[in-house]
């Protein structure tokens, strides 16, 4: 299974950017699939979550609003926008698979596959 995040890049506050994260070798419409995300010096963090079907998302208070998951199972893909980012929302941003369960966890255990990470800078 590999999961390749891309899209990452430098960022001006108040700005957009589309996060992709590719699936192969996974039953892509099977799987939950999470964001989550990583600060300098911090722990990650979860992000948000879609269901298999991508009717139903979970979507962390600090984001809720600003940051939409949404997926395209026939592209085996995953996509996070983020809008309006500010400085804080600087990080790398990590996809996650969840097999198995249709929980939209949000947990860094509640996945089980996980791409490299693509790296967000927001510049102010």
């Known amino acids: 299974v590999q999961l390749q995040a891309s899209g990452g890049g430098l960022v001006q506050a108040g700005n957009s950017l589309r996060l992709s994260c590719a699936a192969s070798g996974l039953a892509f419409s099977q799987a939950v699939m999470g964001w989550f995300r990583r600060a300098p010096g911090k722990e990650r963090e979860f992000v948000a979550a879609?269901?298999?079907?991508?009717?139903?998302?979970r979507v962390a208070d600090s984001v809720k609003g600003i940051f939409t998951i949404s997926r395209d199972n026939a592209k085996n893909t995953a996509y996070l926008q983020l809008d309006r980012v500010k400085p804080d929302d600087t990080a790398s941003y990590y996809c996650?698979?969840?097999?198995?369960?249709?929980?939209?966890?949000?947990?860094?255990?509640?996945?089980?596959?996980w791409g490299q990470g693509t790296l967000v800078t927001v510049s102010s």
């Open positions: 996650a698979a969840r097999r198995g369960s249709p929980v939209l966890a949000s947990t860094v255990s509640g996945y089980t596959y």
């Open positions: 879609i269901s298999r079907d991508g009717q139903s998302t």
